[in-house]
């Protein structure tokens, strides 16, 4: 049954692609990067939705004695005449791993495809599928256990001691109607935000399937998308192998006052099809309307969907100097705030960062600093109780957040150097964070978005960072050598390192890694 369904996913894309190169560029940081440096900086293009579009860069070349190879610079198969192109290439990846702290090695195999065409600059159709043979280091392993779900993926297939083996399926069919409307629809993962981390939506999670409208006028960009997302069960004792539908409607605003200065407004509402009886019926036909606020709307429906509204300003201040910022808002009564009581339905999150290119006049030096924090609650819900039990409506998907790794309840400081030259990049990343924890089953003080915002310990005298706090420190030094630009194929080395403690345990993981990989999503944390 697997094999017939990569067949078919196969045998789609090919048939697409003649009928119909890919204009985005993916997600991943560590092929990004390498574009960044000459985005096209204006008032029409909007930097805060991703992936970006191809026409955001200027052309970047690569000369080095292996430029008339195709190996090194060109795509695997590549088919143009005067409307179609059709572009065909290799996802690989083959990397091993030694922990010293579980003394162990483990190993990254992956291989697939990617199918990119387009027909009259109308029509786009991507589509990457592999397969994946896979362990993991020991702090997936509750994730893994637990619900047998592969991070940020979904559930794996087969499983053989720790050698794990999944598939993943992303595709894009867009139509361009006009110069200022696009349409698309497909399998995919979306970042919103000039951060590292996004407080608004990342490709934290599994990809989910979605239809998406974009209109792109004067100055603004406005999104409107519909994704089906899928969920593991809340209650106790019920098989944690079912997946519940929910879906999210969102809506996003993009503003660039001038070309140093740009706005961005965000909202989003998380509901599922059922009924208050728990019998399945189809979801609400008011959240398809693409201009509504969907706070007032749920207040006015009175429903218990969970909504979220976000806000972001983000400034140029020098020609290569940048300042961004978000505020994510679940809920917040200001009065609360002014007399310290310690209301637990303030719930809130902020995220201030800088980013420098080419510091010091040096060209291809990065250099960032962010940080972020979230009230506990943030993302979480109730329950919607369904028949065969209780369902999620917090801000997440396969049991993994849609926004922040961390949650809720969490204060996070992230440092990054990117030394770039020619193919080669260095890189350090450093991660400081404190996260309040549960300490057992039944009090949830925040932290885990998956718990019930019902199971509080009270109502008033909530404090940030309560509960167990744990300390989490990432330390990651990295090499790579980008062996093909049109593919992102890399080769990569370096050291990663990660401890966390709290009063209870020590968790330690000091990695060394190396070998070649098509990274299509950010996969570490």
């Not at 050291?495 to 966390?500: G, H, L, S, V």
């Amino acid at each position: 049954m697997f094999l017939k369904k990569i067949f078919f996913v196969l045998l789609l894309s090919c048939i697409f692609g003649f009928s119909a190169t890919a204009q985005f560029v993916r997600l991943n940081n560590d092929i990004s990067y390498y574009h960044e440096t000459n985005l096209n900086f204006d008032t029409v293009r909007h930097y805060t939705i991703k992936p970006y579009k191809k026409d955001y860069y200027k052309d970047v070349h690569f000369q080095n004695i292996f430029s008339e190879n195709k190996l090194f610079n060109d795509n695997l198969l590549e088919i143009k005449n005067k409307n179609t192109d059709f572009i065909l290439n290799p996802i690989i990846t083959s990397s091993c791993y030694k922990d010293f702290s579980d003394k162990r090695f483990f190993s990254d195999l992956r291989a697939g495809i990617s199918v990119q065409s387009s027909y009259k600059n109308k029509l786009f159709i991507s589509s990457d599928i592999f397969y994946s043979a896979t362990e993991f280091p020991s702090y997936f392993d509750d994730l893994i256990n637990k619900f047998g779900i592969i991070p940020h993926f979904g559930k794996y297939i087969k499983r053989t001691n720790s050698k794990i083996e999944f598939y993943s399926w992303t595709g894009d069919i867009t139509y361009q109607a006009n110069k200022y409307i696009s349409l698309s629809g497909g399998r995919g993962k979306f970042f919103l935000g000039n951060g590292y981390r996004s407080l608004f939506l990342s490709d934290n999670s599994n990809a989910f399937p979605y239809v998406k409208a974009e209109v792109n006028i004067w100055k603004i960009k406005y999104l409107w998308m519909f994704t089906k997302l899928s969920d593991v069960n809340l209650s106790s004792g019920v098989n944690t192998n079912i997946l519940y539908d929910k879906a999210a409607f969102l809506h996003y605003f993009s503003l660039n006052i001038t070309k140093r200065i740009n706005f961005d407004f965000f909202e989003t509402v998380i509901t599922n099809p059922y009924d208050s009886n728990g019998r399945h019926i189809s979801y609400d036909a008011v959240y398809f309307n693409p201009v509504i606020f969907y706070r007032p709307t749920e207040f006015y429906k009175g429903t218990s969907d969970n909504s979220l509204m976000g806000i972001a300003l983000n400034a140029r201040l020098f020609k290569s100097t940048f300042l961004y910022s978000q505020f994510i808002l679940d809920d917040i009564i200001i009065s609360s705030l002014r007399d310290k009581s310690g209301w637990w339905g303030n719930k809130f999150g902020m995220q201030a960062g800088i980013k420098v290119y080419n510091v010091l006049n040096i060209n291809g030096l990065f250099v960032r600093g962010e940080i972020n924090a979230v009230r506990p609650y943030t993302y979480s819900h109730g329950e919607a109780y369904v028949n065969q039990g209780i369902a999620n409506l917090n801000y997440g998907n396969f049991r993994q957040e849609l926004a922040h790794p961390f949650g809720a309840n969490f204060a996070e400081g992230i440092a990054l150097i990117r030394y770039v030259k020619g193919r080669f990049s260095a890189k350090v990343k450093i991660i400081s964070a404190k996260k309040g924890e549960d300490i057992n089953d039944t009090v949830s003080y925040g932290g885990n978005i998956y718990k019930s915002y019902r199971l509080r310990p009270d109502d008033y005298g909530i404090k940030f960072l309560q509960g167990e706090i744990s300390n989490i420190r990432i330390f990651d030094l990295g090499f790579s050598y980008l062996i093909n630009p049109e593919y992102g194929l890399l080769f990569n080395v370096g050291f990663y390192y990660r401890k966390k403690t709290n009063q209870f345990t020590e968790e330690q993981s000091q990695i060394i890694y190396f070998g070649l990989s098509t990274d299509i999503f950010n996969s570490s944390f």
